[in-house]
């Protein structure tokens, strides 16, 4: 999901409030992370007003298909990932949850999901007795991943999670021992290792086609509708969303530094910005900026915002040469070039192959027990390393990181 857009605005109505929620401006990891002393609930929101439902419903899958739940009916799952399924050839909709029944309906018969199908929220542990439905997809606010995703495994299905993992590690570790219990395949949905410019700018640095890395720099901004507040939009609701745009935005930056130098950082420092008197920051930061040093000796500076002026930048330097992919991550419009020994621009095909592959990689890892590209583990890994940036910026300090993520004392 990209951070330039809000998308699922309005689709997290909350339960009862126990505690006034603050953040200072410099947080700790805990106090970021933790849950505020309220409950989460999930509750259905209106059609989003520029979704284009299809005319007719997709055509049947071949018998190995596997059938998917869609949990959470928001922008992106109605813009984005659902159109995309007619694309995949081992992946459809067998069933949907959501809290609006109007929604529901319509929904569901543009995409011929059957009335007995389709769940409310206070239905969804039902989905076990399902036997249409192999695996969820779970499209719902950070803050609601974990317990919607330890649910789907207690009823005996696969899981489908969306970005960022989770809001701290431990439920991270959380939903990945409830899948080992259960015996199913947990992946995140990093939609950008299966976009065709981002494979390609991996398969070059691996073959050191700008020399030996020396800078990875990221941007991952945006700027937030200056009358957004939490209760509209939950990007801005720390017990939804964490910090803010680290996770949302900055998590692609924070990918590509790993994909592309293909190392572990091990240390980081890092600072957070918060205004004064902007409402849309009274419990997540509007900025925050790493640095990430690794074992090779290269350096990643990572930032990322949601007040800022519009960026989505990966720019890296070698001691030959240089990638630049500018727009990098996004859902379509990707430029990317590469300088030094080797010139070249690449026009790679339709960014948008990017939501079928994903989906064909797990479909394929259900039925065949193929390897998952992003599972649950590199979902915890980024986490870990939120959190160590959290910690940084909160002390002042570099914190250094074992192989895994962890900080270490």
């Known amino acids: 999901m990209s951070g330039t857009s809000l998308t699922r605005r309005r689709f997290i109505e909350l339960g009862r409030h126990t505690a006034a929620v603050t953040l200072a401006a410099a947080a700790a990891p805990a106090s970021v992370f933790a849950q505020v002393g309220r409950q989460e609930t999930a509750r259905g929101r209106p059609m989003p007003d520029d979704v284009s439902l299809p005319s007719t419903p997709p055509r049947s899958k071949r018998p190995d298909s596997v059938g998917y739940a869609i949990v959470g009916l928001g922008n992106y799952a109605l813009n984005q990932m659902m159109p995309r399924f007619s694309q995949s050839a081992r992946s459809h909709m067998a069933a949907l949850v959501s809290g609006n029944p109007e929604k529901l309906r319509r929904v569901g018969d543009a995409y011929g999901v059957p009335a007995d199908a389709r769940y409310s ?22 803050g609601l991943h974990a317990d919607y995703t330890v649910r789907a495994f207690a009823a005996g299905k696969h899981v489908l999670c969306e970005k960022p993992m989770a809001l701290s590690s431990a439920d991270c570790e959380r939903m990945i021992a409830a899948g080992r219990r259960a015996n199913r395949r947990l992946m995140i949905a990093y939609r950008v290792h299966f976009e065709p410019h981002n494979i390609e700018a991996m398969a070059l640095m691996r073959r050191r086609a ?10 991952q901004l945006s700027r937030t509708d200056p009358s957004s507040t939490p209760a509209e939009n939950w990007r801005l609701d720390k017990a939804l969303a964490g910090g803010g745009p680290l996770e949302d935005y900055g998590i692609y930056g924070l990918q590509a530094a790993l994909y592309l130098t293909n190392e572990m950082p091990e240390s980081i420092t890092a600072v957070t910005f918060r205004p ?18 690794f074992p090779s000796g290269a350096i990643g500076q990572l930032m990322t915002s949601y007040d800022s002026s519009g960026a989505n930048l990966v720019h890296v330097r070698g001691d030959t040469g240089a990638l630049i992919m500018d727009p990098a991550t996004g859902y379509k419009g990707h430029n990317m070039r590469l300088e030094g020994r080797e010139r070249r621009d690449f026009s790679l095909g339709d960014p948008t192959v990017q939501f079928a592959g994903q989906l064909d990689n797990f479909s394929d890892a259900i039925r065949d027990g193929s390897t998952i590209r992003t599972p649950g583990e590199m979902g915890l890994r980024d986490i870990r390393l939120m959190e160590a940036i959290y910690a940084a910026a909160e002390t002042g300090r570099a914190v250094r990181l074992s192989p895994d993520g962890r900080m270490l004392r």
Do not use: H, K, M, W
Request: net charge positive; glycine share 4%; proline share 4%.
């Open 276 to 293: 004064a008197n902007d409402p849309r920051f009274a419990q997540v930061f509007a900025s925050v900026a790493s640095q990430l040093r």
């Open 121 to 142: 929220y206070e239905q969804y542990d039902r989905i076990g007795t399902d036997r249409r439905i192999d695996a969820v997809y779970i499209v719902l606010p950070t």
């Open 210 to 219: 700008a020399g030996n890395i020396r800078f990875v720099r990221t941007e």
